[in-house]
């Protein structure tokens, strides 16, 4: 039969030879090269004091961006949900008070926005999708938890620190590239 | 008649003392020996092994320990009670009684009183450690027996097939080295290996050496020899009902199996406590015992990093190589290697 690629190797099927069948040369080979093994340099990174880094267009876990006055910049269009491939997003929309200028950028905004990280695949259409700049995948790997409800991320979850009362905590959330 | 009553308090008490440093400290090296598996083992990977519990994770064995002893005691209900504990307790004892006969060094003067450092110098000590060793498999036949589980039962078959085919040569290999030796007597036998002009026997017998080795190491049932608790295959074998301490007994038993084997094979073969280039008849009773003892320790610690060593190189073999190996190899091979030692020695005569 013809070879479906170049790296086919025959398989050597002639019966063991002498030094074959009493094993000590293969084993005593085979040891050298564990021993050589010992005192290679690991690859290990020791997690939680060092952190591995992350390529700058790593998805992690998401944010809900605020503006420079610190407003919020959802204004629950729901393109994002539509363009979610997991279903993984739900908000419910509601109506700009007039005294709520300071905290919501546009006349609607998301009264709850809530991700489902489990079903969630990290994808990356919510942030592409999103015309308003409000939802972005940070460089933060979603944590661990016991229980699935703890996994349904609600605003509280995932919005930025504000940047004027806490510039630190959102240079931080923002994460390098942006 | 009052002469032959009266009991030796002080021998008595130096044996007592002996035993019980002998025991913990073999207790204390098996747990050790589990740590330096497993550095060893990720080191050979380009691991780190463990490195949390204490600096550099020395404090791992007895995290381990605490774990087994704190897990559920589980007995199966349709198993023998009786000889459900019986296995490990029997996996336990037999692995620490072969201590009784190695001579760990030499005489020490305490108190005006020369203390052997041996339990027991019997003229038979080799006779000895093969009888306590192969009593060792009734652990395994046992616990995979009572576990009443055809994966345990299989591990039990195969543990003592395995007992049986590789103590035939190791006990032939063992021959030949006796007919140079002329004692069972394993303080004669290293005291002989320690006389000036005399090398190590491993140089009279290198090829017993070899046969010996590789059936100590099917004897401890380590890989590549370990099929009794083949864990792809038998899932775990004989040790898979056990739980808690139970299970911890067996697993221990393993790495005391292996420094006595280490211990063993050191005194038979490399000297047991002689320090090489050193004359010990030249320093005090006291200097050349310490000596010795540092000697021997360090010589089993090389055996127990070569067991570990080719553990974690080697894939476990497969059944029918074992026993070829085993039958049509090593057994032919101690007989040849035994009736040319005969020859010669009859030639020197
Ligand atoms: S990253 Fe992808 S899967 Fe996750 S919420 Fe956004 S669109 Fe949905
Ligand atoms: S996050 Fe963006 S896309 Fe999603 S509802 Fe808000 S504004 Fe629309």
Redesign the pocket.
Known sequence: MEALTKNVMEVDRRPMNFWEKIYLPAILKGMTITFRHMFKKKPTVQYPEKTRYFSPVFRGMHI?NRDEEGRE?????????V?CPAEA?T?E?AERKPDEAHLYR?EKY?AR?EINMLRCIFCGL?EE???????YLSQTVTPADYARKNFIYTKNDLLIPDPVKDPEGFAKAKGIHQ | MMFLLTIDWAFFLEKLILIAIVITLSLVIAMYATYAERKIAAFMQDRIGPNRAGPFGILQPLADGMKLFFKEEIIPNHSNRFLFIMGPALAMLTAMMTCAVIPWGNKVELFGRSIPLQIADINIGILYIFAVVSLGVYGIMIGGWASNNKFSLLAAMRGASQVISYELAMGISLIALLMLTGSLSLKTIVEQQMQAGHFWNIAYQPLGFLIFFICAMAECNRAPFDLPEAENELNMGYHQEYSSMKLGFYLFAEYINMFISSAVIVTLFFGGYDMPFVNETLLTPNMAALVGVIAFFAKIFIFIFIFMWIRWTLPRFRYDQLMNLGWKGLILLALANMLITAAIILYRM
């Open positions: 809900l910049r959802c204004t629950a269009c729901g393109l994002c949900a363009a997003i908000m929309a546009e998301a926005y919510c999708a999103c015309p308003k700049d409000a939802i």
